[in-house]
């Protein structure tokens, strides 16, 4: 049998800007972001986790056991002080405005000056400004291929690189299927709008801008986005959104309560009782889809994603 592939090391990546150097794999690793925290353990890396924080939801099912031995750092944004006690080999980092140039965690030279390199998922840096605020703006259109590209690099870090080129093979068959399914349906200017949270209940919601995860899902499924700003979720009245008229609305649902409207009930029941929204072509059919919020943000999710959305528009009337 031909020997399984392995890391040459020294590792040499440019990742988000910064050069890493890897002599070995690491033995141990924090993670600051679910995406990231779910990719190790899809890696089958759980017992290499010291600690994880910044959830949005529970775990996924298949790693609830794994996770179940791994100690939260935070359900939130963790401590400096607590990601450096555990002295990890490595930080692996889904936001850049959690550990970054302007971190509210720290930056990547606080840890490297402590010794710990940090590692930041591509996906929020591969054609995208960080600069503009918590949320950054995109320049191009985000596509997976920045998610496999973390996933890859991942498991070359850690020394697994045949785990890494099998997980990205499963996941891009389900990206077509998903895609070829809302092609047979052969849409006609159907449009929809991504609804993730809102501060208040009665102010205007963060939705879905142009060239994130559920812009590329929309373009993939033969959807056009109603919002056009190409901020990360930009903040949009319900009367422009009223006004565009969306075919289908898309509701995130998640774990996190840091507003009132991170419920999904108080989502649904503002839907069916705002004056003006609940006037929606959307609402008044029942076009509507709920995805698991961390579905939205990219992550190994928006495959599921993409499948819950797809196989909804099949049951949809939107020729």
């Known amino acids: 049998m031909p020997a399984l592939a392995q890391t040459s090391y020294p590792l040499h990546l440019s990742n988000c800007g910064v050069d890493l150097t890897f002599e070995a794999a690491p033995q141990s690793v924090v993670s600051v972001g679910q995406a990231a925290t779910e990719i190790l353990y899809a890696l089958d890396l759980g017992d290499r986790v010291l600690g994880t924080s ?17 100690p939260r750092l935070a359900d939130n944004d963790p401590s400096f002080e ?9 930080v692996a980092v889904q936001y850049e405005w959690h550990i ?18 940090t590692y930041t998922l591509p996906s929020d840096c591969v ?13 191009d259109m ?40 809302a092609g047979a349906l052969a849409l006609d200017d159907a449009s929809a709008v991504f609804w993730f949270s809102s501060a208040e209940m009665d102010i205007d919601p963060y939705v879905a801008g142009q060239g994130g995860a559920p812009a590329y899902m929309m373009q993939a499924l033969g959807l056009r986005n109603v919002v056009e700003s190409n901020e990360e979720w930009p903040v949009v009245a319900w009367e422009t959104i ?32 705002d004056p003006v929204v609940s006037q929606m072509e959307a609402v008044r059919e029942g076009r509507i889809v709920i995805l698991d919020a961390h579905g939205m943000d990219p992550s190994i999710r928006n495959i599921d994603a993409l499948e819950t959305l797809s196989a909804a528009l099949a049951g949809f009337d939107l020729q």
């Open 242 to 273: 009223a006004r565009a008229n969306p075919s289908v609305i898309v509701l995130a649902r998640m774990d996190r309560r840091r507003f009132e409207a991170d419920d999904i009930e108080r989502k649904l029941e503002f839907l069916r009782t």
């Open 82 to 90: 607590s990601v450096v006690a555990l002295r990890p080999g490595l």
């Open 127 to 139: 054609g995208k400004d960080n600069s503009t605020g918590s949320d950054g703006t995109r320049l």
């Open 142 to 181: 985000y596509t997976m291929d920045s998610l496999y590209q973390g996933v890859e690099e991942l498991a070359q870090i850690f020394d697994v690189p045949e785990r890494g080129t099998a997980m990205v093979a499963a996941l891009r068959e389900r990206e077509a299927a998903a895609i070829a399914t």
């Open 100 to 117: 970054g140039p302007q971190g509210i965690v720290a930056t990547r030279e606080q840890f490297a000056d402590l010794g710990i390199p």
């Open 54 to 70: 910044v959830w949005f939801s529970s775990v996924l099912p298949q790693f609830e056991a794994v996770n179940a031995g791994v």
